[in-house]
């Protein structure tokens, strides 16, 4: 295989991670949307720790995101 | 493409070339390896003494702009430092702080053009988290002293567990300062490598004639829209560093 479409198959594969992540992030914001419709007074407490999780999951996806950029540019 | 067209090379893209150090201040600053990382460092570093000094200054009882954002941040930071880490997490207060400002402002400085992310190098962010860590360590060896190892078997465990669950539960101790500092620093290379991504488009689009002038349009408002994000994540990872902590740190005053 050509070295330079085997870097693109590679960056390719990697970023298949970022599935997961959606899943992840959507299950973050549905929650908090449940949680905030059954419970509004609470939304100032729970909209910060939605962000605190989708901060954490996001970085998931930028875990792979690199790994794909290493695999391309270097 | 079309034979008789004039051949146009293609920019390579060049995305992590935009995280060389070199060093800055002429001789003076190369005899002492003085980079440009060093140098936004003393400027966020200044920067945040100068919010400070003139943000608490004017001591009036109805807060200017300044004033406000002075005492907006103090307050924000030490409402987080008491939720998490309780009463008695109030001496941690000024390095939280520290970290937070000192975090924040390499992020937002790394956004302006021609500036440079210091947060983006991995020897900046380990640092970081290993002085988290170590701190963290010491903090729970001299609270609890040897009572300490026990955070390693949650109470209530089934003994028979214990080979299983102690080196788990060290290994993910260990992997605290790891995934801290790769978390910032990939939220900082993989946002700044976009840009640089989507800037090459612009001009590998520009280069295709009119039409491409018209298509470049397209990357352009991909990159401004990417730079509302960046703010974000450069305020949030900030905030997700410190929180983090805090949470280290409660883990350190109360051990589970």
Redesign the interface.
């Known amino acids: 295989m050509d070295h330079e479409a085997a870097k693109a198959l590679g960056a390719g594969i990697a970023v298949i991670a970022l599935a997961g992540v959606g899943v992840g992030i959507g299950n973050i914001f549905s929650a908090l949307v449940n949680s905030v419709a059954r419970n509004p007074s609470a939304r100032d407490q729970v909209f910060g720790l939605g962000?605190?999780g989708f901060?954490?999951t996001?970085?998931v996806a930028?875990?792979a995101?690199?790994i794909a950029?290493l695999i391309?540019?270097? | 493409m079309a034979a008789g067209q004039p051949t146009i090379d293609a920019p390579t893209i060049d995305a992590l070339g935009q995280f060389k150090l070199h060093t800055v201040l002429g001789p003076i600053g190369a005899s002492v390896n003085f980079t440009q990382s060093n140098l936004l460092m003393v400027v966020a570093g200044a920067l945040i003494l100068a919010l400070l000094y003139f943000g608490a200054r004017p001591r009036a009882i109805v807060p200017g702009r300044l004033q406000a954002a002075a005492e907006l941040s103090y307050d924000f930071i030490y409402s987080m430092v008491s939720e998490q880490i309780g009463h008695e997490g109030r001496r941690f207060f000024p390095f939280v702080f520290t970290l937070f400002f000192f975090i924040l402002f390499g992020n937002l400085l790394g956004l302006l053009p021609f500036s440079f992310t210091y947060t983006s190098h991995i020897a900046v962010t380990a640092s970081l988290a290993i002085l988290v860590i170590v701190l963290v360590t010491v903090v729970s060896l001299s609270i609890h002293g040897l009572h300490f190892f026990s955070y390693f078997f949650p109470k209530g465990a089934p003994v028979l567990l214990a080979p299983i669950i102690v080196p788990v539960e060290i290994i993910s101790y260990l992997s605290r300062p790891v995934s801290l500092s790769i978390r910032l620093f990939a939220n900082m290379v993989a946002g700044h490598v976009m840009f640089e991504v989507f800037a090459t488009f612009m001009v590998m689009m520009a280069g295709a004639g009119a039409i491409g002038y018209l298509g470049a349009v397209g990357p352009l408002a991909l990159n401004v829209v990417l730079m509302g994000f960046e703010l974000l994540v450069a305020a949030l990872q900030a905030y997700v560093f410190a929180v983090l902590t805090c949470i280290y740190l409660h883990d350190a005053v109360h051990l589970h």
């Open positions: 962000i605190l901060a954490l996001e970085a930028l875990f995101l690199l950029f391309l540019f270097t």
